[in-house]
Protein backbone atom coordinates (compact mmCIF):
# COMPACT_ATOMS: atom_id res chain seq x y z
CA UNK A 1 0.00 0.00 0.00
CA UNK A 2 2.88 2.53 0.45
CA UNK A 3 6.19 2.24 -1.44
CA UNK A 4 9.39 4.12 -0.95
CA UNK A 5 11.50 3.57 -3.80
CA UNK A 6 15.65 4.97 -3.35
CA UNK A 7 14.20 7.78 -2.13
CA UNK A 8 16.78 11.19 -1.45
CA UNK A 9 16.32 14.20 0.77
CA UNK A 10 18.34 17.65 2.06
CA UNK A 11 17.85 20.36 3.98
CA UNK A 12 20.01 22.84 2.49
CA UNK A 13 23.26 21.22 2.49
CA UNK A 14 22.79 18.47 4.74
CA UNK A 15 21.73 14.97 3.46
CA UNK A 16 19.31 13.61 5.81
CA UNK A 17 17.45 10.74 3.00
CA UNK A 18 19.89 8.50 1.07
CA UNK A 19 18.50 6.12 -1.07
CA UNK A 20 16.10 4.80 1.01
CA UNK A 21 13.69 2.08 0.01
CA UNK A 22 10.99 0.28 1.31
CA UNK A 23 7.04 -1.43 1.29
CA UNK A 24 4.34 -1.56 3.58
CA UNK A 25 1.58 -4.13 2.53
CA UNK A 26 -1.97 -3.58 3.43
CA UNK A 27 -2.72 -4.13 7.55
CA UNK A 28 1.15 -4.64 7.83
CA UNK A 29 2.53 -2.85 11.25
CA UNK A 30 6.41 -1.42 10.59
CA UNK A 31 8.47 0.25 13.12
CA UNK A 32 11.29 2.24 12.49
CA UNK A 33 13.93 2.71 15.15
CA UNK A 34 17.57 4.14 14.72
CA UNK A 35 19.60 6.50 16.68
CA UNK A 36 18.53 10.60 17.25
CA UNK A 37 18.98 12.12 13.84
CA UNK A 38 19.38 9.04 11.50
CA UNK A 39 16.09 10.45 9.53
CA UNK A 40 12.76 8.47 10.90
CA UNK A 41 10.78 11.69 11.12
CA UNK A 42 11.91 13.04 7.79
CA UNK A 43 11.45 9.71 6.22
CA UNK A 44 7.32 9.75 7.56
CA UNK A 45 6.69 13.51 6.85
CA UNK A 46 7.74 12.58 3.23
CA UNK A 47 5.28 9.88 3.10
CA UNK A 48 2.60 11.78 3.53
CA UNK A 49 4.12 14.69 1.37
CA UNK A 50 4.61 17.21 4.89
CA UNK A 51 8.39 17.44 3.16
CA UNK A 52 9.60 17.31 -0.41
CA UNK A 53 11.76 14.91 -1.53
CA UNK A 54 14.59 15.37 -3.76
CA UNK A 55 14.53 12.00 -5.75
CA UNK A 56 13.05 9.08 -5.69
CA UNK A 57 9.43 7.69 -5.76
CA UNK A 58 6.64 7.41 -3.20
CA UNK A 59 3.48 5.65 -3.90
CA UNK A 60 0.95 5.74 -1.15
CA UNK A 61 -2.23 3.96 -2.54
CA UNK A 62 -1.99 4.24 -6.26
CA UNK A 63 -1.33 7.65 -6.00
CA UNK A 64 2.57 9.31 -6.19
CA UNK A 65 3.07 11.60 -3.46
CA UNK A 66 5.46 14.10 -5.18
CA UNK A 67 3.75 14.09 -8.20
CA UNK A 68 2.69 17.93 -9.36
CA UNK A 69 -1.05 16.79 -9.78
CA UNK A 70 -1.27 15.05 -6.52
CA UNK A 71 -3.62 16.83 -4.65
CA UNK A 72 -2.07 17.13 -1.07
CA UNK A 73 -4.58 17.87 1.03
CA UNK A 74 -6.73 15.00 0.00
CA UNK A 75 -3.82 12.86 0.16
CA UNK A 76 -3.31 13.12 3.31
CA UNK A 77 -6.96 13.00 4.37
CA UNK A 78 -6.24 9.57 4.14
CA UNK A 79 -3.15 8.83 6.31
CA UNK A 80 -3.36 9.75 9.76
CA UNK A 81 -0.44 11.19 11.73
CA UNK A 82 0.36 10.96 15.29
CA UNK A 83 3.13 13.09 16.82
CA UNK A 84 5.72 13.14 19.50
CA UNK A 85 4.52 16.11 20.84
CA UNK A 86 0.69 15.40 20.27
CA UNK A 87 -0.19 18.48 19.00
CA UNK A 88 -4.12 19.19 20.04
CA UNK A 89 -5.32 22.70 19.36
CA UNK A 90 -4.83 24.37 22.54
CA UNK A 91 -7.92 26.43 21.83
CA UNK A 92 -10.49 23.68 21.16
CA UNK A 93 -11.95 21.11 23.23
CA UNK A 94 -11.36 17.49 22.78
CA UNK A 95 -14.87 17.01 20.75
CA UNK A 96 -13.38 19.66 18.25
CA UNK A 97 -9.82 18.98 17.87
CA UNK A 98 -11.50 15.60 16.34
CA UNK A 99 -14.23 17.19 14.66
CA UNK A 100 -12.20 19.84 12.66
CA UNK A 101 -10.52 18.23 9.73
CA UNK A 102 -13.88 15.97 9.14
CA UNK A 103 -16.04 18.82 8.97
CA UNK A 104 -13.69 20.82 6.90
CA UNK A 105 -11.74 18.44 4.38
CA UNK A 106 -14.15 15.99 4.63
CA UNK A 107 -17.34 18.18 4.81
CA UNK A 108 -19.07 15.87 7.15
CA UNK A 109 -22.07 17.51 9.01
CA UNK A 110 -21.63 18.46 12.62
CA UNK A 111 -23.57 15.80 13.50
CA UNK A 112 -22.38 13.04 12.14
CA UNK A 113 -18.67 13.93 12.73
CA UNK A 114 -19.65 14.54 16.69
CA UNK A 115 -21.08 11.39 16.57
CA UNK A 116 -18.22 9.50 15.24
CA UNK A 117 -15.81 11.42 17.90
CA UNK A 118 -17.95 9.66 20.34
CA UNK A 119 -17.63 6.45 18.99
CA UNK A 120 -13.71 7.24 19.10
CA UNK A 121 -13.12 8.67 22.45
CA UNK A 122 -14.85 5.46 23.65
CA UNK A 123 -12.73 3.45 22.11
CA UNK A 124 -9.37 5.47 22.86
CA UNK A 125 -11.28 5.27 26.82
CA UNK A 126 -11.68 8.94 26.92
CA UNK A 127 -15.50 9.29 26.34
CA UNK A 128 -15.68 11.55 30.01
CA UNK A 129 -13.06 13.69 28.43
CA UNK A 130 -15.53 15.17 25.37
CA UNK A 131 -15.45 18.72 26.64
CA UNK A 132 -12.67 19.13 27.90
CA UNK A 133 -9.47 21.75 26.58
CA UNK A 134 -6.58 19.63 25.89
CA UNK A 135 -4.13 21.29 28.41
CA UNK A 136 -6.56 19.57 31.05
CA UNK A 137 -5.12 16.58 30.15
CA UNK A 138 -2.09 14.42 30.96
CA UNK A 139 0.15 13.80 28.41
CA UNK A 140 -1.42 9.91 27.71
CA UNK A 141 -5.16 11.23 27.73
CA UNK A 142 -3.67 14.09 25.18
CA UNK A 143 -1.71 11.20 23.05
CA UNK A 144 -5.30 9.26 22.73
CA UNK A 145 -7.49 12.02 21.85
CA UNK A 146 -4.94 12.58 18.98
CA UNK A 147 -4.88 9.13 17.88
CA UNK A 148 -8.69 9.96 18.04
CA UNK A 149 -8.16 12.69 15.74
CA UNK A 150 -6.54 10.85 13.28
CA UNK A 151 -8.74 7.84 13.26
CA UNK A 152 -11.91 10.37 12.82
CA UNK A 153 -10.69 10.62 9.38
CA UNK A 154 -10.94 7.03 8.91
CA UNK A 155 -7.46 6.79 7.30
CA UNK A 156 -6.40 3.93 5.24
CA UNK A 157 -3.25 4.07 7.37
CA UNK A 158 -1.61 5.28 10.21
CA UNK A 159 2.10 7.23 10.86
CA UNK A 160 3.21 7.03 14.76
CA UNK A 161 6.18 9.67 15.67
CA UNK A 162 7.75 8.30 18.41
CA UNK A 163 3.95 8.50 20.05
CA UNK A 164 5.09 7.90 23.31
CA UNK A 165 8.83 9.39 23.89
CA UNK A 166 7.26 12.95 25.64
CA UNK A 167 5.20 10.96 27.98
CA UNK A 168 6.18 9.89 31.46
CA UNK A 169 6.82 6.26 31.85
CA UNK A 170 3.27 5.20 33.63
CA UNK A 171 1.32 6.79 30.68
CA UNK A 172 3.42 4.57 28.12
CA UNK A 173 1.39 1.96 27.90
CA UNK A 174 -1.75 3.23 28.25
CA UNK A 175 -0.81 4.70 24.76
CA UNK A 176 0.83 1.58 23.77
CA UNK A 177 -2.63 -0.54 24.71
CA UNK A 178 -4.52 1.65 21.97
CA UNK A 179 -2.19 1.04 19.09
CA UNK A 180 -2.17 -2.58 19.64
CA UNK A 181 -5.51 -2.65 19.60
CA UNK A 182 -5.68 -0.47 16.50
CA UNK A 183 -3.04 -3.11 15.06
CA UNK A 184 -5.10 -6.13 15.81
CA UNK A 185 -8.09 -4.26 14.02
CA UNK A 186 -5.99 -4.62 11.18
CA UNK A 187 -4.54 -0.89 10.69
CA UNK A 188 -1.56 -0.44 8.25
CA UNK A 189 1.00 1.56 10.74
CA UNK A 190 4.62 2.78 10.16
CA UNK A 191 5.37 3.36 13.64
CA UNK A 192 8.81 5.02 14.83
CA UNK A 193 9.26 3.97 18.02
CA UNK A 194 12.12 2.94 20.55
CA UNK A 195 9.65 0.47 22.53
CA UNK A 196 11.17 -2.80 21.75
CA UNK A 197 8.61 -4.67 24.16
CA UNK A 198 5.96 -3.27 21.47
CA UNK A 199 8.24 -4.15 18.14
CA UNK A 200 8.59 -7.64 19.20
CA UNK A 201 4.63 -8.07 20.19
CA UNK A 202 3.32 -6.05 17.74
CA UNK A 203 5.55 -5.05 14.87
CA UNK A 204 5.77 -7.31 11.33
CA UNK A 205 8.95 -5.74 10.42
CA UNK A 206 11.45 -3.51 11.64
CA UNK A 207 13.16 -0.90 9.84
CA UNK A 208 16.74 0.09 11.02
CA UNK A 209 17.67 3.45 9.91
CA UNK A 210 21.76 5.12 10.52
CA UNK A 211 22.62 8.25 9.11
CA UNK A 212 20.02 8.92 6.76
CA UNK A 213 19.96 4.98 5.03
CA UNK A 214 17.54 2.33 5.62
CA UNK A 215 20.39 -0.41 6.91
CA UNK A 216 18.09 -3.22 8.09
CA UNK A 217 14.79 -4.11 7.15
CA UNK A 218 13.67 -7.72 8.51
CA UNK A 219 10.91 -9.65 10.08
CA UNK A 220 10.76 -8.54 13.61
CA UNK A 221 11.50 -12.24 14.42
CA UNK A 222 15.24 -11.89 12.72
CA UNK A 223 15.63 -8.39 13.46
CA UNK A 224 15.93 -9.19 17.55
CA UNK A 225 17.29 -12.67 17.11
CA UNK A 226 20.22 -12.11 14.45
CA UNK A 227 20.46 -8.44 13.34
CA UNK A 228 22.31 -8.42 9.87
CA UNK A 229 24.58 -5.33 10.66
CA UNK A 230 26.92 -4.48 12.94
CA UNK A 231 25.41 -1.25 13.83
CA UNK A 232 22.06 -2.87 14.19
CA UNK A 233 23.63 -5.00 17.00
CA UNK A 234 25.30 -2.28 18.91
CA UNK A 235 21.65 0.07 18.79
CA UNK A 236 19.63 -3.17 20.45
CA UNK A 237 22.35 -3.63 23.02
CA UNK A 238 22.09 0.14 23.83
CA UNK A 239 18.81 -0.05 23.98
CA UNK A 240 17.84 -3.55 25.35
CA UNK A 241 20.32 -3.01 28.39
CA UNK A 242 18.68 0.20 29.93
CA UNK B 1 -9.74 78.88 40.53
CA UNK B 2 -10.12 77.98 43.75
CA UNK B 3 -12.57 75.54 43.92
CA UNK B 4 -14.12 72.90 41.05
CA UNK B 5 -17.19 74.42 39.85
CA UNK B 6 -19.53 71.53 38.50
CA UNK B 7 -21.73 74.32 36.42
CA UNK B 8 -19.10 75.80 34.91
CA UNK B 9 -17.29 72.05 33.85
CA UNK B 10 -20.62 71.03 32.39
CA UNK B 11 -21.03 74.22 30.38
CA UNK B 12 -18.32 73.34 28.63
CA UNK B 13 -19.13 69.62 27.73
CA UNK B 14 -20.02 70.48 24.44
CA UNK B 15 -17.32 71.59 23.22
CA UNK B 16 -15.08 68.97 24.91
CA UNK B 17 -17.43 66.76 23.49
CA UNK B 18 -16.93 67.70 19.64
CA UNK B 19 -13.34 67.19 20.66
CA UNK B 20 -13.38 63.74 21.78
CA UNK B 21 -15.89 62.69 18.73
CA UNK B 22 -12.70 63.78 16.47
CA UNK B 23 -9.74 62.10 18.88
CA UNK B 24 -12.29 58.93 18.65
CA UNK B 25 -12.63 59.16 14.98
CA UNK B 26 -9.00 59.95 14.39
CA UNK B 27 -8.61 57.05 16.75
CA UNK B 28 -10.45 54.23 14.69
CA UNK B 29 -9.85 55.63 10.96
CA UNK B 30 -5.88 55.07 12.01
CA UNK B 31 -6.31 51.51 13.85
CA UNK B 32 -8.28 50.03 10.69
CA UNK B 33 -5.99 51.83 8.61
CA UNK B 34 -2.97 50.53 10.42
CA UNK B 35 -4.30 47.18 11.14
CA UNK B 36 -4.51 46.65 7.50
CA UNK B 37 -1.69 47.94 6.74
CA UNK B 38 0.15 45.99 9.80
CA UNK B 39 -1.15 42.97 8.31
CA UNK B 40 0.04 43.52 4.82
CA UNK B 41 3.30 44.09 6.08
CA UNK B 42 3.49 41.15 8.25
CA UNK B 43 2.18 39.12 5.36
CA UNK B 44 4.95 40.54 3.70
CA UNK B 45 7.81 39.94 5.90
CA UNK B 46 6.81 36.40 6.25
CA UNK B 47 6.89 35.94 2.52
CA UNK B 48 9.14 33.11 1.37
CA UNK B 49 10.47 35.54 -1.37
CA UNK B 50 13.35 37.49 0.01
CA UNK B 51 13.28 40.70 -1.76
CA UNK B 52 10.08 41.03 -0.81
CA UNK B 53 10.61 40.28 3.00
CA UNK B 54 13.67 42.83 3.00
CA UNK B 55 11.54 45.68 1.35
CA UNK B 56 8.73 45.28 4.07
CA UNK B 57 11.31 45.11 6.96
CA UNK B 58 12.79 47.84 5.56
CA UNK B 59 9.91 50.02 5.92
CA UNK B 60 9.33 48.77 9.22
CA UNK B 61 12.52 49.17 10.84
CA UNK B 62 12.66 52.66 9.04
CA UNK B 63 9.24 53.70 10.29
CA UNK B 64 9.93 52.56 13.70
CA UNK B 65 13.47 54.50 14.07
CA UNK B 66 11.34 58.16 13.12
CA UNK B 67 9.03 60.39 15.35
CA UNK B 68 5.87 60.18 14.72
CA UNK B 69 5.86 63.71 14.71
CA UNK B 70 8.02 64.24 11.65
CA UNK B 71 6.08 61.99 10.16
CA UNK B 72 2.83 64.38 10.40
CA UNK B 73 5.34 67.01 9.64
CA UNK B 74 6.36 65.76 6.59
CA UNK B 75 2.91 65.36 5.44
CA UNK B 76 1.91 68.65 6.66
CA UNK B 77 4.68 70.63 5.08
CA UNK B 78 6.65 68.85 2.45
CA UNK B 79 4.03 67.00 0.48
CA UNK B 80 1.82 70.49 -0.18
CA UNK B 81 5.26 71.43 -2.18
CA UNK B 82 5.56 68.45 -3.86
CA UNK B 83 1.75 68.81 -5.00
CA UNK B 84 0.90 71.73 -5.05
CA UNK B 85 -1.73 72.09 -2.59
CA UNK B 86 -2.17 72.10 0.77
CA UNK B 87 -3.06 68.73 2.41
CA UNK B 88 -4.76 69.85 5.63
CA UNK B 89 -3.87 69.23 9.19
CA UNK B 90 -6.30 66.43 9.41
CA UNK B 91 -5.55 64.06 6.67
CA UNK B 92 -1.69 64.46 7.39
CA UNK B 93 -2.31 63.11 10.97
CA UNK B 94 -3.99 60.15 9.49
CA UNK B 95 -1.89 59.19 7.01
CA UNK B 96 1.12 59.87 9.55
CA UNK B 97 -0.51 57.64 12.00
CA UNK B 98 -1.69 55.00 9.64
CA UNK B 99 2.04 54.96 8.22
CA UNK B 100 3.66 55.08 11.45
CA UNK B 101 0.98 52.48 13.26
CA UNK B 102 1.09 50.00 10.59
CA UNK B 103 4.39 49.42 11.37
CA UNK B 104 4.19 48.73 14.61
CA UNK B 105 0.90 46.37 13.94
CA UNK B 106 3.17 44.31 11.43
CA UNK B 107 5.79 43.43 14.02
CA UNK B 108 3.21 42.60 16.82
CA UNK B 109 1.34 40.09 14.53
CA UNK B 110 4.27 39.27 12.89
CA UNK B 111 5.46 37.79 16.58
CA UNK B 112 2.20 36.52 17.39
CA UNK B 113 1.70 34.38 14.32
CA UNK B 114 5.19 32.99 14.94
CA UNK B 115 4.33 32.70 18.38
CA UNK B 116 2.14 29.38 17.69
CA UNK B 117 4.32 26.14 17.34
CA UNK B 118 5.20 24.68 13.73
CA UNK B 119 4.34 21.73 15.04
CA UNK B 120 0.24 22.84 15.42
CA UNK B 121 0.95 23.80 11.18
CA UNK B 122 1.73 20.25 10.43
CA UNK B 123 -0.83 18.89 12.52
CA UNK B 124 -3.49 20.98 10.68
CA UNK B 125 -1.92 19.67 7.28
CA UNK B 126 -1.22 16.22 8.29
CA UNK B 127 -4.88 16.29 9.10
CA UNK B 128 -5.93 17.42 5.46
CA UNK B 129 -6.68 20.79 6.05
CA UNK B 130 -5.19 23.50 3.08
CA UNK B 131 -2.90 25.96 4.21
CA UNK B 132 -5.69 28.50 4.38
CA UNK B 133 -7.72 26.15 6.14
CA UNK B 134 -4.98 25.60 8.98
CA UNK B 135 -3.98 29.46 9.10
CA UNK B 136 -7.65 30.16 9.83
CA UNK B 137 -8.69 27.29 11.87
CA UNK B 138 -5.62 26.60 13.32
CA UNK B 139 -2.61 29.41 13.84
CA UNK B 140 -4.55 32.52 13.65
CA UNK B 141 -7.19 31.78 16.66
CA UNK B 142 -4.11 30.91 18.65
CA UNK B 143 -1.77 33.79 17.47
CA UNK B 144 -4.77 36.32 18.03
CA UNK B 145 -4.67 35.23 21.46
CA UNK B 146 -1.07 35.49 22.13
CA UNK B 147 -1.25 39.40 20.59
CA UNK B 148 -4.19 40.44 22.04
CA UNK B 149 -2.64 42.14 24.80
CA UNK B 150 -0.18 43.88 22.53
CA UNK B 151 -2.51 44.94 20.14
CA UNK B 152 -4.33 46.54 22.92
CA UNK B 153 -1.69 48.78 24.35
CA UNK B 154 -0.58 49.74 21.22
CA UNK B 155 -4.19 50.43 20.56
CA UNK B 156 -3.81 52.37 24.00
CA UNK B 157 -0.80 54.40 22.40
CA UNK B 158 -2.47 55.22 19.19
CA UNK B 159 -5.61 56.70 21.57
CA UNK B 160 -3.20 58.64 23.16
CA UNK B 161 -1.03 59.62 20.37
CA UNK B 162 -3.57 61.42 18.07
CA UNK B 163 -3.15 64.44 20.69
CA UNK B 164 -0.48 65.52 18.59
CA UNK B 165 -3.01 66.53 16.15
CA UNK B 166 -2.52 69.55 18.51
CA UNK B 167 0.44 70.68 16.33
CA UNK B 168 -1.33 71.28 13.09
CA UNK B 169 -4.34 72.75 14.26
CA UNK B 170 -7.21 69.88 14.38
CA UNK B 171 -9.45 70.35 17.42
CA UNK B 172 -9.29 67.19 18.99
CA UNK B 173 -10.29 66.34 23.00
CA UNK B 174 -7.11 67.70 24.37
CA UNK B 175 -6.71 70.98 22.18
CA UNK B 176 -10.47 72.04 22.74
CA UNK B 177 -9.85 71.24 26.55
CA UNK B 178 -6.70 73.55 26.08
CA UNK B 179 -8.90 76.43 23.82
CA UNK B 180 -11.85 76.42 26.28
CA UNK B 181 -9.35 76.60 29.52
CA UNK B 182 -7.17 79.70 27.84
CA UNK B 183 -10.29 80.87 26.69
CA UNK B 184 -12.31 81.35 30.25
CA UNK B 185 -8.72 80.90 32.37
CA UNK B 186 -9.84 77.84 33.64
CA UNK B 187 -6.79 75.52 32.55
CA UNK B 188 -6.30 73.78 35.71
CA UNK B 189 -9.70 72.49 35.61
CA UNK B 190 -9.60 71.70 31.86
CA UNK B 191 -6.30 69.86 32.47
CA UNK B 192 -7.77 67.57 35.57
CA UNK B 193 -10.43 66.91 33.67
CA UNK B 194 -8.88 65.57 30.19
CA UNK B 195 -6.35 63.17 32.39
CA UNK B 196 -9.33 62.15 34.86
CA UNK B 197 -11.05 61.33 30.83
CA UNK B 198 -8.17 59.84 29.58
CA UNK B 199 -7.11 57.68 32.92
CA UNK B 200 -10.76 55.99 32.75
CA UNK B 201 -11.14 55.34 28.90
CA UNK B 202 -7.71 53.53 29.22
CA UNK B 203 -8.18 51.65 31.86
CA UNK B 204 -11.95 50.69 31.06
CA UNK B 205 -10.36 49.27 27.87
CA UNK B 206 -7.47 47.23 29.35
CA UNK B 207 -10.07 45.88 31.72
CA UNK B 208 -12.45 44.90 29.42
CA UNK B 209 -9.58 42.57 27.09
CA UNK B 210 -8.16 41.12 30.46
CA UNK B 211 -11.66 39.92 30.87
CA UNK B 212 -11.97 38.70 27.28
CA UNK B 213 -8.59 37.24 27.69
CA UNK B 214 -10.25 35.00 30.82
CA UNK B 215 -12.90 33.97 28.99
CA UNK B 216 -10.64 32.46 25.97
CA UNK B 217 -7.82 31.26 28.05
CA UNK B 218 -6.50 28.00 28.08
N1 LIG C 1 13.56 21.41 9.06
C1 LIG C 1 14.85 21.01 9.09
N2 LIG C 1 15.82 21.79 8.61
C2 LIG C 1 17.11 21.39 8.61
N3 LIG C 1 17.53 20.22 9.08
C3 LIG C 1 16.62 19.38 9.59
C4 LIG C 1 15.23 19.72 9.62
N4 LIG C 1 14.56 18.69 10.17
C5 LIG C 1 15.48 17.75 10.45
N5 LIG C 1 16.72 18.16 10.11
C6 LIG C 1 17.95 17.37 10.25
O1 LIG C 1 17.76 16.17 9.58
C7 LIG C 1 18.34 15.10 10.29
C8 LIG C 1 17.32 14.02 10.53
O2 LIG C 1 16.31 14.52 11.37
P1 LIG C 1 15.06 13.67 11.80
O3 LIG C 1 14.38 13.13 10.60
O4 LIG C 1 14.25 14.52 12.71
O5 LIG C 1 15.75 12.49 12.62
P2 LIG C 1 15.12 11.51 13.69
O6 LIG C 1 13.65 11.65 13.65
O7 LIG C 1 15.61 10.16 13.27
O8 LIG C 1 15.70 11.90 15.02
C9 LIG C 1 18.92 15.68 11.57
O9 LIG C 1 20.29 15.85 11.40
C10 LIG C 1 18.22 17.00 11.69
O10 LIG C 1 19.07 17.93 12.30
MG1 LIG D 1 12.34 12.25 15.18
Known amino acids: ?????NVSKSYGATRVLTDCSTAVARGEIVVVCGPSGSGKSTLIKCINGLEPIDAGRIVVDGTSVADRETNLPKLRARIGMVFQTFELYPHMTVTENITLAPIKALKRTRAEAVK???????RVGMHDYADRYPANLSGGQQQRVAIARALAMDPIAMLFDEPTSALDPEMINEVLDVMTALAQDGMTMIVVTHEMGFARRVADRVVFMDQGRIVEDSPTQNFFEQPASDRARLFLSKILHH | MTHFDLAYVVSTLPLLWDGMQTTALLTVISL??????????????LSRLRLVALAAATYVNLIRALPLLLLIFWFYFLVPLLVGRPVGGYTAALIGFVLFEGAYFCEIIRSGIQSVRRGQIMAGLASGLTYGQTMRSIVLPQALRNMLPMLLTESINLFKGTALVYVVGVRDFLTAASVTGTRDNT????????????????????LSVSRLQRRYAV
Open chain 2, 187 to 206: LVEMYILVALVYFLLCLAAS
Open chain 1, 116 to 122: RANTLLE
Open chain 1, 1 to 5: MITVE
Open chain 2, 32 to 45: AGGLALGMMLAVLR
